[in-house]
Structure formats: C-alpha cells, structure tokens
C-alpha cells in the first residue's frame, strides 16, 4: 500500500475525485498477515475508459485485459495491477456474467464468493466489510456470500475455490450451510474444465491444511466427480505431513490409486508434466538394501526426479527412514558424462550404425561397473578392443 508504484497509480486514479479501493485477496492476504502479497486488485467506479486516460495521463500502461467485464490492467515500474470498475450481475451463466458497472460498494460486494474475499481498504487503510469478512477470517471460517447454493449456481468452480480456501485459512470446522451447498450442488463440477480443476487443485495442495481439506472433499463425494482416481487419503495425509516443501504434482501422485493417465488427460497437464505423474503410479520400486554404489547406478539408469518421487511415495507409504537416502542421494545427484563417445569411436573405424551403438555400451557397462571412476583412457582402451571386434 505505500510502496512507489502503488502511489503512483493511486495518485493517478484518484486525480479527478474518484474512491479507489484496494480489493479481494490484497486485503484478505494483508489482514492474515501474509508477508507476500503479490496480486493488488484495485476497485473504482469510474468506467474503463476513465481509468485508462487517467493511467495514460500520468505516463502508466494499459491494458484491457478484461474491459468488457471492466478490468484494466494498469502497470507501473513493471508492476501490473488490476483495476476493475464496480459492478453488479444483470445474467450469470457459469464463470462469465453479463454485468453492469454501478457506483454502489456493496452491490459490488454482493457478486463476489466469500466474505473474505469481499473486504476493501482505502489507501489509508480504512477497512469496508458488508458481510462480516473480518471476523470470518479472524475466526478462520470461509463463507458464502448470500445463497450458497445460487453462488454455486453461477459458477461451479466455487466449489473447489471453497476447499482451497479453506486449506489456506480454515481453523475451525467448516461452515455447514457452505459445505452442504458444495455436496449437494458436487455433480456441477463434472462440467469444468481441466485447466480450471488443475488450478484449484494445485493451489489447494500448497496450503496449510490441504490433508484436511482433501478428507472434506471425499467425505463430501466431492472429489469422486472431479477426481474418481483420487482415494489414497493416508498415503497423501502421510506425505504432507513428512514433506519439507509441497510438490503439487507428487502429492497429485500420492493421492491417485491408479489412473494416471486418465488424471493426466483430464487436468490437461503437460507432456512433462504427465510422464512424471504415470511414473508416480505406481512409483519405481527401490530396494531398501541398496549401498551407495547400487543408489549411484539406479540413479544413471533413471531420473533424478523419478527417484526423488518414488522415494518420497515409499516413505509416505511405509514410514521406512532408509529411503531417506535414496532421497539424499537424489538431491545431490550430477549425473556423470562418459569420457568417450562416438566421435572417438568412428576415429576408430567403427562405423555409425548399431555396431557404434554395440560398442559404445561395452564401454559403457565397464564404466557403470567401475562406480563411475574408470577414465577416459581407460574407456578408449575398452572402445579400442570392441573397434577391433
């Protein structure tokens, strides 16, 4: 609120007499002492227009990155804020609505999810709450604004954002009306797309208690119609709790029982980013028993991370500290380059095709085997004998 650029596009807004209010997850993020707060939302009543002459007047970028639905992208010093015009819904059909612009805070209010995302501040820090936000958020109970099933109704996505919000300030059981409204109205969900679920789902595993809201959400049969694949509470609730920072996808991974690649096809995940989940289900079995020579050689057969994240699974799932080392030796693993390869075969005579290939894994095998440390002379004498053969 008092950082340069802030002021600067404060100034600039309020030049000709206009209220402008920090808005949404600013405030709700600041009030719960978040020490990063990376998205500002500003609200004003002035139209779009207005607010892009007055950001161009005082030398600011714009964007209409929402103008029909009044938002405008203002940036300053490289940092972008979203100025959105006030509003009320005249027709809602799902995530979009057809709206109005108004002058009036509380109709703006009104149209959004939750209590707590519907606090304002003035740039001095004078706090507007029309439906008891604050002490929702100080309470740590998430809420509805008005009918919580007429909420769901125009737009299913605030089911998950119920859950994700949640697992972010949750501290008391959840509100019944809400909870009920997100079971009830679960089927909705089926309809979203991928992109929208992944976002949601990903958000809500970083937060302080996504275990609690997963259980939620499968007591609530909610996740069954968005997720059916997702059962494996314990194994997720255990990873959670041992993990130092939170992997979305890996505790994606934990959750699933089987169908991963089904997961992977719904949430639109990348073709990274759906390798990485099918290999998770099930994670690639490592021997307990394995020395650090046998870790060493499981890791150049495979991916770091694909150790990592099976290592990571055993352990949720079994509680064994001796897969604490795969993990260790993962972390710290540089996979090694071989001192030979095929420029120094064919300078051999040995010509492209399999038998370069043949010939370049009977050096290869004989460096696995030496633990990495046999050296390039000692590889071009191995590739000299298989040139000769």
Known sequence: MTAADTRRV???LTKEGATVRFCGGAVRDALARIPTVTDIDLATPDPPETVMRLAASAGLTTRPTGIDHGTVTVVADKRAFEVTTLRRDVETYGRKAKVAFTDDW???AARRDFTINAL???PDGTLTDYFDGIADLASG???FIGDAVERIRE????????FRFHARFGASAPDIESLTACRTMAPLTA?????RIRQELFRLMTGPRPDYAIRLMIEGEVLANVLPQAKRLDRFSRLVAIEPAADQ???????LDGGADVVALRLRLSNAEARRLVEMCPPLALPTDADEKGRRRMLYAYEASRIRDGAWLALADTGDQRYRAWIDDADAWQRPKMPVGGEDAQRLGVPKGPMLGQALRQVEDAWIASDFTLDRAGCLKIL???AAR
């Open 10 to 12: 404060l100034a600039a």
């Open 106 to 108: 509380k109709e703006d």
């Open 120 to 122: 304002y501040a003035d």
């Open 141 to 143: 109970r998430v809420r």
């Open 155 to 162: 737009d299913a996505l605030r089911i998950l954002r119920f």
């Open 191 to 195: 309809s979203l797309s991928g992109e």
């Open 249 to 255: 996808l890996r505790r994606l991974g934990a959750l």
């Open 384 to 386: 000299e004998s298989a």
